[in-house]
Nanobody
Framework: QAQLVESGGGAVQAGGSLRLSCEAS????????MGWFRQAPWKEREFVAA???????YYGNSMEGRFTISRDNAKNSVFLQMSSLQIEDTAVYYC??????????????????WGQGTQVTVSS
């Protein structure tokens, strides 16, 4: 099993940047793929980005370019660098992790473990 702890959320003005971090404890077999989802009020959870242990990256619609995902396998951690933030990026961002298995990387059901979420608020 894995436990995920996110950090790095906060408030920023539009056009600004934030870097989210997520550290996983527990077995590395549970963290073959690590990624980020977000959920804004009254909206469904949305896939942001994911990265496999071997460095393959996936991005949600309209995410690549402003968001960059990276990993530190030695620390069992994943990061999300967000730039040119917009008001529409305001949401709770969740870290997720899952083992190697078939499944759509962008689907929440693909992941077994979730962090508690970190709030990102972008203001004008």
């Amino acid at each position: 099993q894995a436990q995920l702890v996110e950090s790095g959320g906060g408030a920023v003005q539009a056009g600004g940047s934030l870097r989210l971090s997520c550290e996983a404890s527990g077995g590395t077999s549970s963290t073959y793929v690590m990624g980020w989802f977000r959920q804004a009020p009254w909206k469904e959870r949305e896939f942001v980005a994911a990265m496999t242990r071997h460095g393959i990256t996936y991005y949600g619609n309209s995410m690549e370019g402003r968001f960059t995902i990276s990993r530190d396998n030695a620390k069992n951690s994943v990061f999300l660098q967000m730039s040119s933030l917009q008001i529409e990026d305001t949401a709770v961002y969740y870290c997720a992790a899952g083992p190697s298995r078939f499944g759509t990387v962008g689907a929440a059901s693909r992941y077994d473990y979730w962090g508690q979420g970190t709030q990102v608020t972008v203001s004008s």
